[in-house]
């Protein structure tokens, strides 16, 4: 995990710098676009919120780089059942979130119940938490979604407009959690998705971050910069400018 | 009276958004330079020199302060000494002629000690939250000495050298929005005067332009002991700060798609209603005819050495010419009914492209009290959700309605992809490479609209189901980004270049032209196929003018007359 490494100076980042740079770092390890972008969007709403650590983003992506975590098993997802695809790995926060915020999303259907989401051996429960924190801001009406962190814990609490609320437990906890079982009680409800208004949310002044973390996130995006060639030299942008008129 | 009604339709995406179009606009009165100088003029902007810090070789600090209503904003400048050998316009340069930071606020001496040290090293340093806008410019060598040259011996610089470069110093970059630790947009976007797009990035230029100004009268005096002129201010008004742009700016549009609809959108609208109005006034006809004679001078003094552009702007004049030589014939031209609608369709057939863009920009002009509020609407910020309730064959529908420009494409050829955009090593920057004979395509930039969409269809044509896009996405995570796309972009018909940007035939300026226009750039003055120069607020009112009644008569500048 990334919170091996040694070095815990802060350092004072921009809300853009984040979202970028967690993009690209999920693009370097080949997760698929949508899903970067998602883990992207995540990202900045925590940030612009005070709640939120770059940690759990880079411990999700170097489960998923270092071969620990994989995909979801996709029969079993149809059903709200979500494994990994083979016992010898954890399933990834990164990969699973966008389709369990997909399957809250679609419970939107006015029936007067309530169905449950099983996440089994989650690697990072909180990227998965704060995903879910994410999407209620544009469900509204106070809608709730309920999670419980199992085996052996006892962190359980829920998100509704935005926000992140603990029954039990607390983030610096959450943030300590790995590769268990999440289960999800996910009410129906039934109202139009919401275009919030983004003048309710505040762009922080100050982002802190841990360096050695952010400095490890760079080197997985940095992974998408190509060195330039001969040719790309010639016939770049620029070539055979002179400069000095 | 009344008139029989002629609401003319906007003109269509698949004209407007064509990368043919967007290589041949203008700016308008909705260009973010021209809006910013509207507003320093009717919110009585302050700009002041607080500091000229700076030696007899004109190196060392200054400070210009904005006073707006509710802020102020301070350009720190360090100007400094750059070896020839190290001066370049590309953006992989490591050192400049002078670089600057807009700070939010008036800065305190740490403040410009900090600055000092992490400006001048521009992409490598770290900036606060106080800090909104990072920049760096070179001198125009050939014109600066001139220019120095000729008041150190209480001489006006010759006006005929000075339009044919059109500033003293241009800008290699201009960042904003976060980068490098920069303030993020949503810091200052509710300020009214940051609220429109690129103001704090155009309020630099601005500011930076009134800097290379007072540089030159600074070395002229410093070599002559006071016995040297000041630069005419009419000569001044006719210099702007020049710029060098590259493929940095093309992912942009691609990237910003219901922005980029909403700047186009309003252009459109624009030109809708003023095609629209039964009649034109004296007044109007008056102001109409005195800037297409203007830019008719103008574009006899664009004068460049890219041979295509050179061909444009002769038939340009040409078919000015014709247009002015009609209208002195035929006073009834303007006076009939609908004379703006009258006038585009007669010229949309047989004018050049970027002709009929430049009589547009035109129809714009004379009418501030239609046009102006429209670019209020020209910001966004992305606050939609993705919806997985929609179904396969509702997002094949508006596929199929939206995007028919990118499944006329076909894919299977290898031309259509014959290009690739990626990051580079050097400084982070997009740049594009040959898919079949450079290194690098599996670092692909994700911005293959076209082709993705092409893909997308392909593939719900094949399954043929109807699902909602929360289960098909579980079996096809990797569109879910094109699938996100193509829904939240329903109904924006500007959103989308409607052209492949990976194809062969793709020429990467026409991109950067229509993004260049919308900031209000002129003289373009092509390099190659992949990056330009242009000229910024040529002609703008000087600082202590901005409170003067044309303030925002400068579009199409021309050379002053010089006693």
């Known amino acids: 995990m990334f919170s091996d490494y040694p070095g815990n100076a802060l350092m004072r980042v921009s809300l853009n710098e984040i979202q970028t740079l967690i993009f690209k770092a999920c693009i370097s390890i080949g997760l698929p676009v949508g899903i970067s972008q998602d883990a992207s969007q995540t990202a900045g709403h925590v940030f612009s919120r005070h709640i939120g650590s770059i940690q759990p983003f880079a411990d999700a992506i170097f489960q998923l780089d270092s071969n620990s975590s994989g995909p979801f098993d996709a029969p079993d997802a149809f059903n709200g059942i979500f494994r990994p695809i083979t016992t010898s790995k954890a399933l990834s926060s990164l990969y699973t979130t966008p389709t369990v915020c997909d399957q809250i999303l679609v419970r939107n259907n006015n029936c007067n119940s309530h169905s449950s989401i099983a996440l089994r051996n989650l690697d990072i429960p909180a990227v998965m938490i704060f995903g879910i924190m994410f999407i209620t801001r544009y469900i509204g009406n106070d809608v709730c979604i309920s999670w419980r962190i199992e085996q052996n814990t006892s962190i359980n609490g829920l998100c509704s407009n935005g926000n992140l609320i603990f029954n039990r437990g607390s983030f610096e906890e959450l943030y300590t959690i790995t590769n268990k079982s999440v289960s999800l009680d996910v009410p129906n409800y039934n109202s139009a998705l919401n275009h919030f208004n983004t003048d309710n949310v505040t762009s922080s002044e100050t982002l802190d971050v841990d360096s050695s973390t952010w400095y490890l996130l760079s080197e997985y995006s940095e992974r998408l910069l190509v060195p330039s060639s001969d040719t790309s030299r010639m016939t770049g942008a620029g070539a055979g400018t002179v400069d000095t008129d | ?563």
Request: with cysteine.
């Open chain 2, 1 to 563: 009276m009344s008139y029989p009604g002629n609401q003319v339709e906007i003109r269509p995406s698949t004209q407007v958004m064509r990368l043919e179009h967007l290589g041949a606009t203008f700016q308008t009165r909705l260009s973010f330079m021209r809006r910013l100088i509207r507003r320093m003029h009717s919110d009585d902007w302050k700009i002041s020199c607080d500091e000229f810090d700076l030696d007899n070789d004109g190196y060392g600090t200054a400070i210009y302060a904005v006073k707006t209503p509710n802020n102020i904003y301070s350009l720190i400048c360090f100007s400094h000494y750059l070896d020839p050998q190290n001066r370049t316009d590309r953006v992989i340069a490591e050192h400049w002629d002078s670089t600057f930071t807009l700070f939010d606020g008036i800065p305190t001496r740490s403040d410009v000690k900090r600055l000092r040290e992490q400006t001048t090293k521009q992409e490598e340093g770290r900036f606060e939250s106080t800090d909104l806008v990072l920049s760096r410019a070179n001198k125009s060598l050939r014109l600066f000495d001139h220019v120095v040259k000729s008041l150190a011996r209480n001489q006006q610089p010759d006006p005929k050298i000075l339009n044919s470069i059109g500033y003293l110093m241009r800008t290699t970059a201009v960042y904003a929005n976060g980068k490098f630790g920069l303030a993020d947009r949503g810091l200052y976007s509710s300020r009214p005067e940051l609220t429109p797009p690129y103001q704090i990035e155009m309020l630099t230029v601005y500011l930076i332009r009134e800097f290379s100004l007072d540089l030159v009268d600074h070395l002229a005096k410093c070599s002559t002991e006071n016995r040297s002129a000041k630069l005419d201010r009419n000569l001044k008004r006719h210099l702007g700060m020049g710029n060098a742009t590259g493929l940095g700016m093309a992912p942009f549009l691609v990237q910003h798609p219901i922005l980029i609809h909403n700047w186009f959108e309003a252009k459109e609208s624009a030109l809708s209603m003023v095609r629209s109005l039964p009649e034109a006034s004296a007044d109007k006809i008056g102001v109409f005819n005195k800037l297409l004679a203007r830019s008719y001078q103008h574009l006899s003094e664009w004068n460049i050495e890219d041979k295509r552009q050179k061909e444009k702007i002769q038939i340009m004049k040409t078919e000015l010419s014709l247009l002015i030589d009609e209208l002195s014939h035929n006073s009834q031209l303007l006076t009939i009914l609908y004379p703006w609608d009258n006038l585009y369709k007669r010229v949309k057939s047989t004018w050049s492209v970027e002709g009929v863009e430049l009589l547009v920009a035109l129809l714009l002009e004379p009418y501030p009290e239609i046009v102006d509020k429209l670019g209020d609407s020209l910001d966004y910020q992305d606050n939609i959700i993705f919806d997985p309730k929609q179904t396969t064959q509702e997002l094949l529908r508006v596929i199929e309605q939206q995007y028919m420009w990118a499944l006329k494409i076909n894919f299977d050829q290898p031309k259509e992809s014959q290009y690739f955009w990626y990051y580079s090593q050097e400084k982070n920057e997009p740049r594009r490479g040959n898919r079949y004979s450079e290194n690098g395509v599996e670092n692909e930039m994700n911005i293959t609209i076209a082709r993705d969409i092409w893909g997308l269809w392909k593939t719900l044509i094949s399954t043929n189901e109807n699902i909602p896009l929360s289960h098909f996405l579980i079996s096809h995570p990797d569109l879910r980004h094109i699938c996100r796309r193509v829904q939240l972009l329903t109904g924006y018909a500007y959103a989308e270049i409607q052209d492949n940007i990976i194809s062969e035939a793709c020429k990467p300026i026409d991109i950067l032209r229509g993004k260049l226009s919308f900031f209000g750039a002129s003289k373009f003055d092509p390099k190659s196929d992949l990056w330009t120069r242009i000229t910024l607020c040529q002609g703008a009112p000087l600082r202590d003018e901005l409170s003067h009644q044309q303030a925002d008569d400068w579009c199409f500048p021309i050379t002053p007359a010089m006693p």
